[in-house]
C-alpha cells in the first residue's frame, strides 16, 4: 500500500498524504528512557519510505537536534530529492544565552546554520516558525526568513502553534505582502476532533491567506486510538495512567462523547478508531498531509492504513458535529 500524494498548501509542492512526525526520536522520557532510539528511527523512516512516504517533520529541538541528526544519517544514504524535510525553531538550545531563543535575527541564523548541519542538507523544503515571539518585530522576522528563502536555504515558510491567534499570522503576512518578502504558506496548529479551537477564526483566516494546514497531535495524544473506555482502568504506562494534566484535558464525557461516534463510524467502514481520526483530516478541505508519529513499525503501519479509508458525506458530517467547539480545548 503506498500512499496517495496531495499538493502542500499553494507551495507547488507534493507530498505525501501523511506526514511522518519525528519527536519522539532520540525523546528522554521523565523515568531517563529513550522513547525511539537511533535503529528504531532508521526502521520507522524505512517503513514510512517503503509505503510511499515523502514528508517528514522535524524541529531543532526533538532529541536536542538528535531528531535532525539521525534523519541526516538516514537520507545519507538515500536521494534527498525524494523527500520533503521540514524543521522548526524556536525553543531555547543554549543556557544562560538570552539570543539562544525565540525567532530574533541573530537565532533564526544561527539555528538554520545548525539545522542544515545535522540534515546534511543544503536546504530545507520548509522552515516553521515553532512559536510566536512577541520580542521580535514580525517585521525583522519576516524580512530574515525571506532573506533565507531568497538566497535557497529554504523553500517555504509555516507558522507551528500559533493558535488561537489567527491576527498573528495574518498581520505577519500583511507584512509580507506590503514589503515583497515571502509569506507564510503553512501552518501547523494542533487539529483532531476533540481540539477543535482552530474552528473559531484560524481556520479561515488559513482560507482568506491561502495558508494549507498540517496539523500536529491528529490523535489527540492517543486518546482517539480508543485505547481510553469510560469504565477501565488507564492502561499501564499510557499518558492517560501517568499524567494528571493528559487525563484533565482529554478523560472528559464531551470527549468520549466524540471518541463514541469515532467507534460508530470506525464499525461501519471496518477500521480502527485511530484510521477514521487520521482519515476525518485527510477529507477535510484545507487539511493537508496531518503528522503522524510512532514508536514501533506496526503502529506507523495501522496509521497508514487510513489513507485506504473513505468516508462518504454523512460519515464526515456526524464525525465534524461529534464534538461542541470549545475555545479553551
Not at 532573506?147 to 489567527?166: H, Q
Not at 503576512?173 to 476533540?194: K, S
Request: glycine letters at 8%; hydrophobic letters at 35%; a negative charge.
Amino acid at each position: 500500500m503506498d500512499l496517495d500524494t496531495v499538493p502542500l498548501g499553494r507551495t507547488g509542492t507534493t507530498v505525501s498524504s501523511l506526514s511522518f512526525g519525528t519527536w519522539r526520536f532520540g525523546r528522554e522520557t521523565d523515568a531517563g528512557t529513550v522513547e525511539v532510539e537511533k535503529g528504531q528511527a532508521f526502521d520507522l523512516l524505512d517503513a514510512y519510505a517503503d509505503h510511499g512516504g515523502n514528508f517528514i517533520d522535524t524541529a531543532d529541538m526533538y532529541g536536542d537536534g538528535l531528531s535532525e541528526e539521525w534523519i541526516g544519517d538516514w537520507l545519507a544514504n538515500r536521494d534527498r530529492e525524494d523527500f520533503v524535510v521540514a524543521s522548526k525553531v524556536y525553543w531555547p538550545t543554549r543556557e544562560d544565552d538570552p539570543n539562544g531563543r525565540g525567532i530574533g535575527r541573530k537565532h533564526l541564523r544561527r539555528q538554520l546554520k545548525h539545522i542544515l548541519q545535522r540534515l546534511g542538507t543544503d536546504y530545507l523544503d520548509v522552515l516553521y516558525c515553532h512559536r510566536f515571539d512577541d520580542q521580535t518585530p514580525p517585521e525583522e522576522f519576516m524580512r530574515t526568513l525571506d532573506g533565507f528563502v531568497d538566497d535557497g536555504r529554504v523553500n517555504y515558510l509555516g507558522a507551528s502553534t500559533f493558535e488561537p491567534n489567527a491576527w498573528e499570522v495574518a498581520r505577519a503576512n500583511e507584512i509580507a505582502d506590503r514589503r515583497g518578502y515571502e509569506p507564510f504558506t503553512l501552518a501547523q496548529p494542533r487539529y483532531n476532533l476533540v481540539n477543535r479551537e482552530i474552528e473559531y477564526d484560524y481556520v479561515d483566516m488559513c482560507e482568506t491567506y491561502d495558508v494549507g494546514i498540517c496539523p500536529w497531535s491528529p490523535l489527540a495524544g492517543g486518546f482517539l486510538t480508543g485505547k481510553y473506555t469510560r469504565e477501565a482502568d488507564m492502561p499501564e504506562g499510557t499518558r492517560g495512567a501517568e499524567s494528571s494534566r493528559f487525563a484533565e484535558r482529554y478523560l472528559t464525557e464531551e470527549n468520549f462523547d466524540a471518541l463514541d461516534v469515532v467507534r460508530e463510524v470506525a464499525d461501519e467502514v471496518d477500521a480502527t478508531p485511530a484510521q477514521v481520526s487520521l482519515a476525518y483530516l485527510q477529507h477535510h478541505p484545507q487539511v493537508t498531509a496531518p503528522i503522524v508519529g510512532a514508536r514501533t513499525v506496526e503502529q506507523l503501519e495501522e496509521n497508514l492504513v487510513a489513507d485506504d479509508v473513505t468516508l462518504d458525506d454523512d460519515q464526515f458530517e456526524r464525525l465534524a458535529a461529534s464534538k461542541n467547539v470549545s475555545f479553551m480545548d
